[in-house]
């Protein structure tokens, strides 16, 4: 009730922040609109069959080669650099705009952002770059993580073994350890963020003593922010219409990052007032 009670409070002081968040949120529908990795990966499955399975089979068999793992990574590796800098320069100002109002401050709005930008920008994206190449290399890795238990279960289907651990629930373990991997990662960066600009020095170093107070009482949250980021951009793909796809998108990822920013520093700031009284 407090973490409600706080966040409607800092949201109520400077609507601005919706606006801000919004406009995110514009800027990153747009993006998924012309974003090309999505079709190369359709038209990947396309080539093979009309089953996932068989897709994600063929998928690491093509992709996992000495040549194209040479190209991948740096590719990866560029590709993370610059929308972390992207990422930096547009969210920094957000993070200073809600840690400044989370402080009861009433500074001028633009003046906020671009003290947070000024403040906080090589350090947060930093943190976002770290972020993304966590995500891109646990990416890498489903394939090689899901394929065997791929062939268990078709291997058991074809020699007419209807047993459920190997048809069933080899494949919800990899799923379940695949998610719980991407959830921990959220959690390990999603709180570095509000630091940055609550402490000058060593900031992740004291988001991590702050967070372990209350790791497991935030991490059912983060939990269910990742899933319910992971259904929406599956939704969104099932959509045909670009057109409703991007107004349906811009509206759900206003929702999510919305609440992405409430668990981060309304969180963050709820730990830190524990943690300064313990």
Same mark, same amino acid.
């Given at each position: 009730?407090?973490?409600?009670?706080?966040?409607?409070?800092?949201? *109520?002081?400077?609507?601005?922040?919706?606006?801000?968040?919004?406009?995110?949120?514009?800027?990153?529908?747009?993006?998924?609109?012309?974003? +090309?990795?999505?079709?190369?990966?359709?038209?990947?499955?396309?080539?093979?069959?009309?089953? %996932?399975?068989?897709?994600?089979?063929?998928?690491?068999?093509?992709?996992?080669?000495?040549?194209?793992?040479?190209?991948?990574?740096?590719? *990866?590796?560029?590709? &993370?650099?610059?929308?972390?800098?992207?990422?930096? $320069?547009? &969210?920094?100002?957000?993070?200073?705009?809600?840690?400044?109002? @989370?402080?009861?401050?009433?500074? /001028?709005?633009?003046?906020?952002?671009?003290?947070?930008?000024?403040?906080?920008?090589?350090?947060?994206?930093?943190?976002?770059?770290?972020?993304?190449?966590?995500?891109?290399?646990?990416?890498?890795?489903?394939?090689?993580?899901? $394929?065997? &238990?791929?062939?268990?279960?078709?291997?058991?289907?074809?020699?007419?073994?209807?047993?459920? =651990?190997?048809?069933?629930?080899?494949?919800?373990?990899? $799923? *379940?350890?695949?998610?719980?991997?991407?959830?921990?990662?959220?959690?390990?960066?999603?709180?570095?963020? +509000?630091? $940055? =600009?609550? =402490?000058?020095?060593?900031?992740?170093?004291?988001?991590?003593?702050?967070?372990?107070?209350?790791? %497991?009482?935030?991490?059912?949250?983060?939990?269910?922010?990742?899933?319910?980021?992971?259904? /929406?951009?599956?939704? @969104?793909?099932?959509?045909?219409?670009?057109?409703?796809? =991007?107004?349906?998108? %811009?509206?759900?990822?206003?929702?999510?990052?919305?609440?992405?920013?409430?668990?981060?520093?309304?969180?963050?700031?709820?730990?830190?007032?524990?943690?300064?009284?313990?």
């Amino acid at each position: 009730m407090a973490f409600l009670k706080t966040t409607y409070s800092c949201f *109520a002081r400077r609507p601005f922040l919706i606006i801000y968040i919004a406009a995110l949120s514009l800027f990153y529908s747009v993006f998924q609109i012309f974003n +090309p990795l999505i079709g190369i990966l359709q038209n990947i499955s396309a080539i093979n069959s009309d089953s %996932w399975t068989d897709s994600l089979v063929y998928i690491s068999k093509e992709l996992y080669t000495v040549g194209n793992i040479a190209l991948l990574l740096p590719i *990866a590796g560029i590709t &993370a650099a610059i929308l972390a800098l992207i990422s930096g $320069v547009l &969210a920094s100002g957000l993070m200073n705009m809600y840690y400044e109002t @989370l402080r009861g401050g009433k500074e /001028n709005t633009v003046d906020l952002i671009l003290e947070g930008i000024k403040k906080g920008f090589l350090k947060v994206s930093f943190i976002f770059l770290e972020l993304y190449l966590s995500v891109i290399a646990l990416i890498l890795i489903i394939p090689l993580t899901s $394929v065997p &238990a791929i062939i268990i279960s078709q291997k058991t289907i074809e020699n007419g073994n209807s047993n459920i =651990f190997t048809t069933k629930i080899i494949a919800i373990l990899t $799923v *379940a350890v695949l998610f719980s991997a991407l959830a921990l990662i959220v959690m390990s960066y999603i709180f570095r963020f +509000p630091s $940055v =600009f609550y =402490f000058l020095r060593r900031p992740i170093e004291k988001s991590k003593n702050v967070v372990s107070t209350a790791f %497991w009482r935030y991490f059912g949250a983060v939990c269910l922010l990742t899933a319910l980021i992971l259904m /929406n951009e599956f939704m @969104l793909l099932g959509i045909d219409s670009r057109v409703l796809e =991007f107004f349906i998108g %811009w509206i759900t990822h206003t929702v999510l990052l919305a609440a992405v920013s409430a668990v981060s520093f309304t969180g963050y700031h709820m730990m830190l007032r524990r943690f300064r009284r313990d």
